[in-house]
């Protein structure tokens, strides 16, 4: 995979009208946007494009309203918040068919520099499936394109795949090409040692990445939920923890895989139980990798926290996808606060995969630690599987 994707940098933007895709999906409270991280990701590009000249359209998806006008999935309060953080009004179009009579006429308007944002791409049930009509009117209203939402990178949609068939020139922005640069550079033409670790609840989830991983990695950590599938395809006694049957032979199949390309598998070696699914659920730690009959691992031990910590300490490149334990529990965070803490600390290139073990870093006050925390979840896994983005491939290259 190389990246040799046009930038926005590449291309003459004053005076044009460039259609800008960006991931404005953010957590809404009664109309107040709780967690602006996704804007501020997003500010670089849209300042690059006001400073330069362009006339800036900006379109995003927020949550799922399934092709409906739902008035609380509007994106009237991102256009007031950009509007502060720019220090200029960013016109709000507030058609519930997107391109409608407010947009047209609010595009028209548009001197160099100045801003309108579409309303939730949507709201129309064309967008998720890449319908040509609705790609049509969105490259109607612009005559450049630049993709800046990674986090929805891998879904072919109107709004990231299908106006790029009716506009030259489209580009990345600046938030997708540190994506490519960072996963990429990684996954690529890592510093090594390379270690990658996987947590969450689900080896299925991660099968193609597990496969992926360990053609190239040279330690591959697995916690979680996922790991008491591994542990009992080594015949070990998990109790009542998460299993997927119908992954033991694939677990199998990967420790062996591991084995003849010379990579380090490292699973839990002890691992902290309780009796339920419960936030004050006495935590317990087994002795070894058996847990007892009725109960269920919910975090890894303390001397599997040693021994993660220390792979990772040796490490030149690292990435994290997916916690350790139940995080959310205070009882059963150890396990992923060690391994942040170790990545905190660690000389190396550092990346979190998205998702949970982005807010994990967070909320845990890391986050200025890493050396890059990836916005898309979804995309970043599909990526290290080696999957093509098709947001991604529809750019133009250079």
Known sequence: MKFNKKTVEDIQVKGKKVLVRCDFNVPLKNEVITDDNRLVGAMPTIKYLINNGAKVILCSHLGKPKGEAKPELSLAPV????????????????????????????VEKLKDGDVVLLENTRYRKEETKNEDNYSKELASLGEIFVNDAFGTAHRAH?????????LKESVCGYLIQKELEFLGNAVENPQRPFVAILGGAKVSD????????????????????????????LGHEIGKSLLEEDKIEYAKEMMKKAEEKGVKLLLPIDITYAEKFDENAEPKIS????????????????????????????????????????????????????????????????????????????????????????????????????????????????
């Open 79 to 106: 256009a007031k918040r950009l509007s502060e953080m720019l220090g200029k009004e960013v016109v709000f179009a507030a058609d519930n068919n997107v391109v409608g009579e407010n947009a047209k006429a609010a």
């Open 158 to 166: 109107c709004s990231t795949v299908g106006v790029t068939k009716f």
């Open 206 to 233: 991660k099968l193609g990445v597990i496969n992926n991983l360990l053609e190239k990695v040279d330690t591959l950590i697995i916690g979680g939920g996922m790991a008491y599938t591994f542990l009992k395809a």
């Open 287 to 398: 002795e070894g990798r058996d847990i007892p009959a009725d109960f269920m691992g919910l975090d890894i031990g303390p001397k599997t926290a040693e021994l993660f910590s220390e792979a990772i300490k040796d490490a030149k490149t690292v990435i994290w996808n997916g916690p350790m334990g139940v995080f959310e529990f205070a009882n059963f965070a150890k396990g992923t606060i060690a391994v942040a803490k170790a990545m905190a600390e660690a000389d190396a290139t550092t990346i979190i995969g998205g998702g949970d073990s982005a807010s994990a870093v967070n909320n845990l006050g890391f986050g200025d630690k890493m050396t890059h925390i990836s916005t898309g979840g979804g995309a970043s896994l599909e990526f290290l599987e080696g999957i093509e983005l098709p947001g991604i491939a529809a750019l133009n290259d250079k």
